[in-house]
């Protein structure tokens, strides 16, 4: 009977797989196989950044290879392309009505310069800005353009910036939960949320430092690319909002139309025979292959850092977690390939577990001691853990806009045995051991003797977080405590006080590999982001191993399923070219 049901569950499995899985693959297969459409002699290439973006496009194969326009990193790779393709004349950006992330957006405005730079033209559209996230970064990436259009009678909201915070102590205290949480220091603000009724002043003054230094560099951006006075840039924005009417009379905007009126003129500009594609359907048809000679190689790493191999997430959603084993691999994969001359880690990441942030830095240790310099690219934040995983890099190189620091530390528990109570329900603690082994119950607060035990080993990964920052930045353990605390610091800020070695984006980045690597002209960059194969991808979704889902198509295979020949026909292709084991970009001109 019990070989009977392991067998009935193993024909569910593989029906459930050729009949939800495999069309699945196919059909992403078939997505990313598909001939690109031809792209006109004439093209404007159509950027719409209304979408939530991600610093770093899905890695999961059934996202295929994600839309160019839904990641910074593929936007400004794919803009980088566009400068050099002679059938494109311009771009057309279409704008959001909320803010951007700062570091995405300094990067894309540092990719929208670029692409200036090179003769072509970029128009901005918008159909308003409204006060919904940090709105003076969408106002930047406006600016940046050759000319900033806005759609009739719609409004500019480009004030300030404003944060609102949560604050649950009084609500705690009424209904009996006691919130449990050592922080070192007063700057490591992740909770204060739990503990207090209002901002403490270490908590304001770190909050309006980070703010006003964004707020500072949007502004000086959006000055700059149309050479006019910040100052009185700030005093006219501020003594808004406008309608469109308005913004083009304070000349805060160029021109007025809708998105098809900017659209038409761009395409008037490239002209006869000119047509718009959209960003999305501008494919990539280089060819990928094996690098030659000498590369830098690439790896991503972007979301919360824990320990462990991506075995459970989803393949259906894109969420993104840095998991330390296969990223430590990726960078030790690097560090041994000989062809692999410099490793540029680009990090987005608010931090994560301590073990797993050090088992990160300890590859990137070993990629060093094999000769290899590691450049660190940081996006809108590479704080807490994202900075332990960057702090012994060769070089970091982070956006004026970067969260980052944020040396500090915090944990705890809610004791919520008062609570419950309340409603009926009593938690009664039973163990045996020490004292300790029972501290983090939910019933009752820690004892004192359990919060000094906590306390002290809150203080050991302190002092290690703070010793690891010291060595890697060449600074004194006494100057990193005074400068930590747990505080945030933007990358302009961090510049000043020693935690990031330059100001700039991802391609400064690659440059200041080049530079440490001794690498002279193009240079091809090889990616090297973990990434999960197929049936792995479907392992996670329908619970069967990856083995299995490979039988059970090699079985399909021998039978005549045509759908399974083509899955495996597509496994051999990939392994004579190693695909999972880097992929080029380039070669490509880095600049």
Not at 10 to 15: E, P, Q, S, W
Request: charged share 20%; net charge neutral.
């Amino acid at each position: 009977m019990k070989q009977f049901l392991i067998t009935a569950a193993g024909v569910f499995a593989g029906l459930v797989i050729f009949l939800v899985g495999v069309p699945i693959v196919l059909i992403g297969m078939a997505l990313n196989s598909a001939a690109p459409a031809p792209i006109p002699g004439k093209t404007v290439l159509e950027l719409d950044l209304r979408q939530p973006l991600t610093d770093q496009a899905p890695h999961n194969p059934l996202w295929g290879i994600g839309r160019n326009s839904t990641s910074v990193m593929s936007i400004i790779e794919t803009l980088r392309r566009a400068e050099g393709d002679d059938r494109v004349k311009g771009l057309l950006v279409r704008l959001p009505e909320s803010g951007v992330e700062p570091g995405m957006a300094d990067e894309i405005r540092l990719a929208l310069a670029h692409f200036r730079a090179s003769g072509k033209p970029v128009y901005a559209h918008s159909q308003g800005i409204y006060p919904a996230g940090i709105v003076t970064t969408t106002y930047m990436l406006g600016r940046a353009s050759d000319q900033f259009w806005m759609q009739p009678g719609a409004s500019l909201q480009v004030t300030g910036i404003a944060t609102e915070e949560i604050f649950f102590k009084r609500f705690f205290d009424k209904y009996g939960v006691t919130p449990q949480y050592e922080q070192r220091y007063e700057y490591k603000n992740a909770v204060n949320g739990y503990l207090y009724s209002d901002f403490t002043p270490a908590h304001r003054q770190s909050t309006l430092s980070w703010m006003g230094s964004v707020y500072a560099s949007n502004l000086a951006f959006a000055a700059a690319d149309r050479k006019a006075d910040p100052a009185a840039l700030k005093r006219t924005l501020e003594a808004g909002p406008y309608i469109a009417g308005d913004a083009l009379r304070l000349k805060l905007i160029d021109r007025i139309g809708q998105v098809r009126e900017a659209e038409q003129a761009l395409l008037d500009k490239a002209g006869d025979g000119a047509r718009a594609v959209d960003f999305d359907d501008y494919v990539d048809d280089r060819k990928s292959g094996k690098p030659m000679g000498d590369s830098i190689a690439l790896i991503e790493a972007e979301g919360p850092i824990v320990t462990g191999k991506d075995q459970g997430s989803n393949p259906f959603t894109r969420g993104s977690t840095i998991y330390s084993d296969d990223l430590a691999e990726a960078i030790v994969r690097a560090g041994k390939a000989d062809s692999v001359k410099a490793i540029v880690l680009r990090v987005n990441s608010p931090g994560g577990a301590d073990t797993a942030s050090e088992q990160i830095l300890d590859a990137v240790r070993f990629a060093k001691s094999k000769g290899k310099p590691v450049v660190v690219s940081m996006s809108t934040y590479g704080a807490s853990g994202g900075y332990w995983i960057a702090s012994e890099a060769s070089a970091i190189v982070a956006q004026p806009t970067t969260l980052t620091g944020s040396i500090g530390v915090f944990g705890g528990k809610f004791a919520v045995g008062d609570a419950a109570s309340r409603f009926g329900v009593d938690l009664r603690p039973v163990g045996v051991g020490g004292d300790y082994a029972g501290a983090f119950g939910l019933g009752q607060p820690f004892t004192p003797a359990q919060r000094a035990a906590f306390a002290g080993w809150m203080d050991r990964i302190y002092g290690e977080f703070v010793v690891r920052v010291a060595e890697g930045r060449k600074l004194s353990p006494d100057r990193v405590r005074e400068i930590a605390k747990g505080r945030v610091w933007t990358g302009a800020q961090a510049k000043g006080l020693g935690l990031v070695d330059e100001v700039g984006g991802f391609y400064q980045a690659i440059d200041k590999a080049k530079q440490l690597a001794d690498l002279k002209g193009d240079v091809p960059i090889r990616r090297m982001t973990p990434t999960e194969g197929t049936f792995e991808a479907l392992q996670n979704v329908l619970g069967v191993s990856a083995q299995s889902a490979r039988t059970l198509a090699a079985a399909a295979w021998i039978f005549g399923d045509p759908r399974a020949q083509g899955i495996l026909d597509r496994v051999a292709e990939a392994k004579l070219r190693g695909e999972g084991h880097g992929t080029v970009l380039a070669p490509m001109p880095i600049r």
